[in-house]
């Protein structure tokens, strides 16, 4: 939920800096860097460790390999799109991804 607050923040920050355009172009960025990362979380957080460590590790390293595929597809379909500005999106799809790996220094839980 931070990561699509984040794209959304900057999505808003670049239709108040420069146009409507490069606001859709930032928030695909975010949604390229998020939808990964929840398809990602479906598949690692569905079993219980639990229950059988081998089964959790499979969920993990199969959902690490759809998220990385469909990572590269999203960016191949945002990228072939022509009116797609591509400063706007690389710095949404990079700020998200950003606070993903700083989320760990807010949340200290």
Do not use: Y
């Not at 998220?67 to 191949?76: F, H, N, S, Y």
């Amino acid at each position: 939920m931070c990561q699509l607050a984040v794209a959304g923040l900057i999505a808003l920050a670049f239709f108040l800096a420069a146009d409507a355009a490069a606001a859709k172009s930032a928030f695909k960025g975010g949604l390229v860097a998020v939808v990964p990362n929840c398809v990602f979380a479906f598949f690692a957080f569905r079993f219980s460790a639990l229950n059988n460590a081998n089964l959790v590790l499979a969920a993990f390293m199969r959902g690490q390999s759809v998220k990385l595929i469909l990572t590269a597809v999203l960016l191949g379909v945002v990228l072939s799109q022509p009116e797609l500005v591509a400063e706007a999106f690389f710095t949404g799809f990079v700020l998200t991804l950003l606070t993903q790996w700083t989320a760990p220094v807010f949340f200290k839980h």
